[in-house]
DNA sequence: CGCTGTTACTTAACCGGTTCGGCAAGCAGG
DNA sequence: CCTGCTTGCCGAACCGGTTAAGTAACAGCG
């Protein structure tokens, strides 16, 4: 079967190749009679443009970058990426957009990435998750041109066009709860420290703490379920141990809350957790986890939006998403009266090495 | 910054067009002196090629496709998916070529973007996942002509060719694991009958069960978190309940492991759990799950390998994978000599209506 | 020496669109 | 009636590669 090109259509028609493209798309040059009859034949001939050819001649790809620096690993435990990328997709696919999904092992990797899409002409224009302290991204895309959306605070971008949360309200939020509950002793597990958003939460951690006359402590992780774990585990040792811990992703709290049950502790009578993103995971737990909610994949969908606006030539503004919810599960309640050492038998912890 | 094309490469060498694309063709026609030069050339102006250009004249898009037909919660729940999509990118990054990812709603969409790529050459070839009994999408590839490797069993690929695990040899090792630790009574809840993967895995539980002589209960879900939980309470109100349920992902696990301790049983005295899938989730929960393991990265790797083998001219064939492989953990054990019921006071569970 | 065959290149067509310059027809204004 | 402007369309160049066809130089060989 052979392809359907605009020299057949214009053939048919019995027009030119050039009035054919005017006409299909929307271009002045041709009267409405003529454009009616290009678009019934293309209509008829099943005509699909081709892509690589728009693209050559039109200096335009229909593509848009995502790169995402993580081990595979960590992409198969955060629930977070594949909503976002289905958030933008939803998007792009209205538009017959396209999204260049590469999946790299570390920063450099994702500076080259886009030198080569840049060079290549591969895409129109990126998003750019996971914003670092003086992220080098953002020297790199202005140098090159390449149009992009950051998601992250205005703080961390530099002055390039930017989606974001409001991390301070949210933290207010989420302390205000607990503080609310009775709670005096905080801990926050966090990410990374390098990267922005964390940096952000940890200053409105203190922030809010401080306002609320909290005592806080502030444990930074590698996002993983297994350094979420290792974090409780410390928390919990501690004297004082605090009364309420908040987390910096649903995926670690699940896991504290796995070491604090295993330790014997009961949640939320000995100890109040929370989660900050709000996936499915918060609510098969037993019991469920209070989280800080996020439409991940309507975020997808609005920096999806900012990059297609700022291609038309929309000025490179930032932009407040949406601040997170607080939902309110069993996982919260107010602190024990006298707050009880772990010291019932624990069901499954390992048994001491010292043990005759 | 101009483009540096070949071109440019052509005049600074001092040879024609064509010559510098067969030179860096790698292809025959000219000398290795002349050859050596214009790599050199290439080298130094940094030259990239164009994608589309290349694309437009050798009608070659060097991108594979992938759909995905669930909706974006699901994807967000689902740690397959972006494990198989960093296994698939794993392998497309190191021959540059880019993988067009699409996340559709339904069946029905997922067959308009074959059908779309297939017109405008997006893409040289697809990878197929989750496949139907009778899938509608065999046909449509073969009539497309457009190159598959499909992820699932022969049975289901109708001669196309194909990546799979051997469900009936993982079954048997989980049936195997529980009959062995002495259950009797095994309930397996599964996946939607539509999957063939599902009704492969139905099989293989029937036969394994048969020789083992076991008594089977089949449940059939959605995958969601929710009717995991569901079928899980279900079954544990059955009079006899089973003492051993094996889940057909990870996620379902979970949530059938946070239901049974939330009536009050204790995993696994009271009832041993395998999940299908083996995550990160598997091991965050407490008791930690028993699960069939799987290199779902490997997986994605080894089918985009044999992708690029079929369009190197491989015969069609269909390859085993690997077989899954038992994980022991604290969640499967002995059954309890005289089974409990679960009367004792649950601690989370929702209270009675009819309580007065 | 002339014929044939190979090598190393050049030229030009081509992929399927976009876009610019130009031309003819139609119309208004002087 | 002539000029100038607009409208509608054509033809051709162009994007940046690949590739078939053509050609010149040279080697082998009878």
Not at 6 to 20: D, L
Not at 118 to 136: F, K, N, Q, T
Not at 198 to 212: E, K
Not at 320 to 344: I, M, Q
Request: proline content about 7%; charged content about 20%; overall charge neutral.
């Amino acid at each position: 079967m052979p392809r359907v090109t605009i020299k057949e259509i214009a053939r048919r028609a019995g027009v030119s190749k050039g009035a054919v493209s005017y006409a299909l798309n929307n271009q002045p040059g041709v009267s409405a009679a003529t454009r009616a009859r290009v678009l019934r034949v293309a209509e008829e001939l099943e005509w699909v443009p081709n892509r690589a050819a728009r693209q050559l001649s039109a200096a335009r790809s229909e593509t848009f970058g995502l790169v995402l620096a993580r081990t595979a690993q960590t992409l198969t435990e955060e629930p977070f990426y594949l909503g976002f990328v289905g958030g933008v997709e939803s998007v792009l696919a209205d538009r017959s957009y396209a999204l260049a999904l590469q999946v790299v092992s570390s920063l450099d990797e994702e500076l080259a990435t886009y030198r080569k899409w840049a060079a290549e002409r591969r895409v129109d224009g990126v998003i750019v998750v996971d914003l670092r302290m003086a992220d080098p991204r953002i020297a790199l895309l202005r140098k090159l041109g390449l149009p992009a959306v950051l998601v992250g605070d205005p703080q961390l971008a530099d002055g390039l066009p930017c989606v974001w949360t409001d991390a301070a309200a949210a933290m207010n939020a989420a302390l205000g709860h607990v503080a609310a509950l009775g709670h005096r002793r905080v801990a926050r597990v966090a990410g990374p420290p390098e990267y922005g958003d964390v940096w952000i939460r940890d200053r409105a951690f203190f922030n809010a703490g401080r306002s609320l006359g909290l005592d806080l402590t502030l444990v930074h992780t590698d996002y993983s379920a297994d350094q979420g774990a290792a974090a409780t585990r410390d928390l919990l040792a501690a004297d004082p141990r605090p009364t309420a811990v908040i987390y910096d992703n649903d995926l670690m709290a699940v896991a504290g809350l796995s070491v604090a049950q295993g330790l014997g502790a009961v949640v939320p009578d000995d100890l109040t957790l929370v989660a900050w993103d709000d996936s499915t995971l918060c609510r098969i737990t037993h019991p469920r986890l209070t989280a800080m909610s996020h439409n991940i994949i309507g975020y997808g969908a609005e920096v999806t939006h900012r990059l297609l606006s700022l291609l038309d030539g929309a000025p490179p503004e930032s932009h407040l998403y949406s601040t997170r919810l607080l939902v309110v599960r069993e996982s919260s309640g107010p602190p024990a009266v006298r707050p009880t050492r772990c010291d019932r038998p624990p069901r499954y912890a390992p048994r001491p090495h010292h043990t005759p």
